[in-house]
């Protein structure tokens, strides 16, 4: 059972969070997208052998839906690529 | 009758006999024995059969190592397959042995030897594979005979699983383990101590050993007082196994006799700072023909029995062995007077300490064992040179073999640390560590008793950041070992067993190499080597040493197999805990359900866990005359339902219009206060996600209504798209669920009833017309009531706060009564839902169908650019696919009930489906079973006749608009 850091209530068990899955990229324009660029955001979910982003709502915690970046490896939080948000 | 016992010693207590079964057979044990030991001490030696071959089997070790005696445990506190071993003998206890029927003396199965040639290695892949290894399984697994699941849980206790935090948890309560709980614990940390034996001092236990110039078990029983005088230690727990290392440092400990008689086992999660993995080293086998005979034990688990248990596991020793530790067994037999005919050591060197704990025991150095006689019993050894030159034959009733020490790495392997060869010690130690841990002791490879105490005390000293503490003065020793893998000298025949639970041979391997199996991986699951309960404590090094021989190469290069939790065998009862349904998730109620079942209401669920009334049977009716009567009080009279289960959300903020619009399809922006409205939410993908009612309560200020079962889904949607997508919008959302409860009053005289109980809110259809709400007082209570309709009758819900809900609930059937007032139930609501042909989540909408399919494309808004699900309804509607569309039927014959869930097809023929029926109920306005459906195409299908193709019947039905009653809606609006 992994650790994760809620960045109000701090290190909490995972059975406290909700998995809300890889961050995708931010939801495109659905009126000036392509069909296929559509379709590419709403079905491939990044899914690295190594470190990804993702996010969890602290549900029974204090509510916030937070971000991690997570080694799929290991299950090691880690820190994000310097260039990442 | 216990004629093995020794006089004097060990740790039991002479004073408290036991009595047990074991096969049947009555016998006695001492309080302090093991299962094991008691059987030895009773001289009890074919104690088991083995799984394959059947062969007789008796004890080979005296911990969680043991490979051969797995007992199946009956009586109040059944269990399956637990080594005998590790089972502590209680009065009354009652065991049998696996793997044979009747016993172990006379075993049916026993002729798998007669043809043991035929069964190697993957004898069961090539063998029942046609047509399918599931017609065999059965058969075989019987064959195999290891226990059953126990029938029923156990009578007297529950078990229970709980959560630690620790700064330091500390695993195994040897010498390494003690210390260094001793030094985290001076040092002020919250200290975890579990240790997987009855009691404390792991391997001294079972030697003869001293620390400061005394009994080791005086430091032992030293160390325990101090521990448990210090308040931040705050768990030492015994006959409690570390089972599982998992990520971030959470380790699962199965402890199997709490303090408390009523848990039978307690799981413990713990979440520790630092692991100091103290766990110890086994003894592992050496390799040569007959092995496995009842009598062949390790040398180790000799010595535990002589010294802990005060039991002569024979009358006549030989010993084998390729190291030093065995000799210390030789003096602790000499010291009480068990005979040793001779050691047999594979080297050509013996040590002088060595030969100096030997006495005049005959060495016969640079030799082997050849091979085993005796079938039930070991009755004598055959020995040779290593070359096979030299054969001498020993008579002997006992034969203890060391083939080396394998440090216990299970866990810190568990942990994802690397493993690396160690050449001196010819086994795998821990290497690199993956997580905070650190082994030490016997664990780490340091075997001897002042290493351990040192590794022990400076693990601890390291993660507390505090001084090493001066040690208690021990004793050295050295320790040397020459691997010998297999013996292989000319002479030796007959099977050498590498993995004695799964009977897996040197053979069996070479088969697998030859075969093609050669990583070590795959030789595991081809041979089934390692695969059984014990997890090849003993032999996996020897499997990787066979390996290793044949392929010619290193071992470090052949590498070890994935080690998996449980470390030891653990009860999914403790692995579960208390979670009977109810207590991990208990029913939730409304103040209504109390009086819902004093009226004798059959209570269903509805959803996310909410209990509510499925109806209320009178005396002498059936289910669907009761139905129909509270049916008929709404489309008649007038009937009330407790609505509170419905998801409540109060949505505070500038942008709150803003963000209703995004997620409902239609527009919610452009509500006035006061007025409410349905709306339908999709997910991203275009499926319908949940409906209900958006309430503008004031310019900033909104309350959501949503499904029962779908109130958490909602909340999370909501919360997701606004702390993710949209942080800069202004929008804070209260689940207020349980902060307003309702009563639904319903049926053409509500109004009427609404005036008996008393109200300052104006009620006539100007002054709240339906689809708005007004606060105020209804029977003196303050109320907000609402005029939504989900049966298609005039209805007030009336919202509360849940302190006034009995009360008012109370007034209502006192004020309905004149008006033959009714308590409906949610079958009747079903009902009353379909002949108005209202949605429901799970029965129309099933993940395929969208609002255009249900008829309601009035929902979908043109007017908004853009709302969550809208592209993607559409770019799913593109290129014209056929859609089952949401449709009415009437069964031909009115009398006729279709199954709900049942297919269409084409004129009731066998073939590919045309649509489901979703719903059918006798519908009390039109006398006769009436049924909704998604239908291929089914909205321009009208007055068609279709086919529900049952098993044994089909029945047709007309295709008509899906509403049975009143189709204006003028009745909900009046
Ligand atoms: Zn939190």
Same mark, same amino acid.
């Given at each position: ?85 | ?117 035929? !069964?190697?290695? %993957? ?42 935090? =620790? ?104 979440? =520790? ?59 602790? &037999? ?59 034959? !020993? ?38 560590? =993956? ?9 780490? %490879? ?9 590794? %022990? ?23 040397? !070992? ?61 499997? !990787? ?26 009860? &999914? ?28 209401? &059959?209570?269903?669920?509805? %959803? ?187 209805? &007030? ?178």
């Amino acid at each position: 059972m992994m650790l994760i850091p809620c960045p109000f209530c701090g290190h909490r068990n995972e059975s406290e969070f909700t998995y809300g899955g890889p961050v995708k990229p931010d939801r495109p324009d659905p009126n000036a997208t392509s069909d296929e660029d559509w379709v590419e955001y709403l079905t491939t979910v990044p899914n690295p052998f190594g470190p990804v982003q993702e996010r969890w709502w602290h549900a029974r915690g204090c509510g916030t839906w937070l971000t991690i970046w997570r080694d799929t490896r290991t299950h090691d939080i880690v820190e994000g690529p310097s260039d990442a948000e | 009758m216990q004629n093995r016992r020794l006089p004097s010693g060990g740790g039991i207590d002479r004073g408290r006999p036991l009595a047990f079964r074991f096969n049947g057979k009555e016998y006695t044990g001492l309080s302090g024995d093991t299962l094991a030991s008691a059987l030895l001490a009773n001289n009890v030696r074919l104690t088991a059969r083995s799984f394959k071959y059947h062969r007789p089997r008796g004890i080979v070790g005296s911990g969680p190592e043991e490979p051969a005696t797995l007992v199946e445990l009956e009586g109040r506190r059944a269990s399956a397959n637990q080594a005998a071993t590790t089972v502590r003998l209680a009065d009354g206890m009652s065991a049998r042995s696996v793997n044979c029927w009747p016993s172990p003396g006379l075993d049916m199965g026993a002729v798998n030897q007669l043809f043991a040639g035929l !069964i190697p290695a %993957g004898f069961y892949y090539k063998t029942f594979k046609w047509p399918s290894w599931h017609l065999y399984e059965p058969m075989i697994r019987k064959a195999a005979g290891l226990a059953g699941a126990p029938e029923a849980p156990p009578l007297d206790g529950h078990f229970e699983a709980v959560h630690a935090h =620790a700064d330091v948890l500390v695993v195994g309560a040897g010498p390494a383990g003690l210390m260094a709980a001793l030094v985290a614990g001076r040092a002020g940390c919250r200290v975890f101590l579990a240790d997987e034996r009855a009691e404390a001092g792991g391997s001294l236990l079972d030697r003869r050993l001293e620390i400061a110039g005394k009994p080791a078990l005086d430091w032992v029983a030293d160390s325990v007082a101090e521990l448990k005088s210090m308040p931040n230690v705050t768990h030492l727990l015994q006959d409690a196994s570390v089972w599982a290392y998992r990520e971030h440092n959470c380790l699962m400990v199965n402890e199997r006799s709490p303090a408390n008689s009523n848990v039978l086992e307690r799981n413990w999660r713990v979440r =520790a700072g630092q692991v100091i993995l103290a766990t110890g080293a086994f003894e592992r086998g050496l390799v040569f023909p007959e092995n496995d005979r009842p009598g062949v034990m390790l040398a180790s688990a000799a010595q535990a029995y002589v010294n802990r248990f005060a039991v002569m596991p024979g009358e006549r020793a030989v010993f084998f062995a390729n190291n030093d530790s065995a000799y210390g067994v030789v003096a602790d &037999f000499r010291a009480s007077g068990i005979e040793v005919a001779a050691i047999v050591d594979s080297r050509d060197v013996v040590p002088d300490f060595a030969r100096k704990l030997a006495g005049d025991v005959p060495i016969r150095a640079g030799s082997v064992v050849i091979g085993v006689r005796g079938k039930r019993a070991v009755r004598g050894v055959t020995v040779a040179e290593r070359g096979g030159h030299g054969t001498e034959k !020993i008579y002997c009733d006992l034969l203890l073999h060391s083939g080396g020490w394998n440090p216990t790495v299970h866990l810190f392997s568990q942990s994802r640390g690397n493993l690396r060869y160690d050449e001196s010690l010819a086994t795998f130690v821990p290497d690199e560590a =993956a997580q905070a841990c650190v082994s030490v002791g016997g664990a780490a %490879g340091k075997l001897s008793l002042a290493s351990a105490l040192r590794t %022990g005390a400076e693990a601890a000293a390291k993660a507390t950041g505090t001084e090493m503490p001066n040690l208690p003065a021990v004793v050295e020793e050295s320790y040397s !070992i020459a691997p010998l893998w297999q013996v292989d000298a000319r002479g030796a025949k007959g099977k050498a067993f590498l993995d004695i639970q799964n009977d897996v041979t040197v053979d069996d391997v070479h088969l697998a190499l030859l075969e093609g199996y050669d990583n070590v991986e795959h030789v595991k699951r081809y041979t089934t080597g390692g695969m059984g309960f014990d997890q090849g404590k003993t032999g996996n090094i020897n499997i !990787i040493g066979a390996i290793a021989l044949q392929k010619g190469v290193p071992l470090q290069d052949v590498g070890t197999t994935t080690f998996r939790p449980p470390y030891t065998p653990v009860s &999914f009862g403790a692995i579960g805990g208390i979670r009977e349904e109810n207590v991990v998730l208990p029913y939730r109620h409304t103040p209504v359900t109390r009086w819902n079942l004093d009226r004798g209401a &059959f209570m269903y669920e509805a %959803g996310a866990r909410w209990r509510r009334p499925g109806y209320f049977p009178r005396d002498g009716e059936t289910f669907q005359e009761t139905v129909n009567r509270e049916c008929r009080a709404v489309r008649e009279g007038v009937g009330v339902y407790d609505g509170s289960p419905l998801g409540k959300f109060e949505l505070k903020g500038r942008d709150v219009g803003r963000f209703l619009d995004h997620i409902y399809t239609n527009l919610m922006s452009t509500l006035k206060a006061g007025q409410c409205r349905y709306g339908l939410m999709l997910t991203e993908d275009g499926l319908i996600l949940d409906d209900g009612v958006a309430m503008r309560l004031g310019e900033h200020r909104w309350l959501v209504s949503t499904s029962t079962a779908h109130a958490d889904t909602v909340h999370g949607h909501m919360e997701e798209l606004l702390q993710t997508q949209f942080p800069e919008w202004n929008v804070y959302v209260t689940p207020v669920t349980s902060q307003w409860n309702n009563a639904t009053v319903c049926g053409p005289k509500a109004r009427e009833l609404m005036a008996a109980l008393g109200t300052d809110i104006d009620l006539s259809p100007k002054g709240l017309p339906f689809m708005s709400f007004a606060d105020g007082h209804v029977a003196g209570l303050p109320a907000r009531v609402v005029r939504v309709s989900f049966t298609g009758e005039l209805s &007030f819900e009336l919202n509360v706060a849940p302190r006034h809900m009995r009360d008012l609930w109370e007034r209502i059937m006192e004020a309905g009564e004149p008006f033959g007032i009714e308590p409906v139930g949610s079958e009747a609501s079903h009902v009353l839902r379909v002949e108005k042909g209202f949605l429901s989540l799970g029965h129309e909408v099933d993940g395929t169908v969208d609002a255009h399919d249900l008829g309601m494309s009035w929902i979908m808004s043109k007017k908004k650019r853009d709302y969550v699900g809208k592209r993607s309804v559409e770019l799913r509607r593109r290129g014209n696919a056929i859609r089952r569309e949401l449709v009415g039927l009437l069964p031909v014959d009115p009398n006729d009930q279709i199954p709900e869930g049942a297919p269409l097809t084409p004129g009731g023929e066998r073939c590919p489906t045309e649509g489901l029926v979703t719903a059918c109920v006798w519908s009390v306005v039109l006398d006769r079973w009436v049924a909704l459906a998604l239908l291929e195409n089914g909205l321009s299908r009208h007055s068609e006749t279709v086919h529900a193709r049952l098993k044994n019947a089909t029945i047709a039905a007309d295709v008509m608009e899906p509403v049975f009653h009143d189709p204006e809606g003028l009745r909900m609006r009046s």
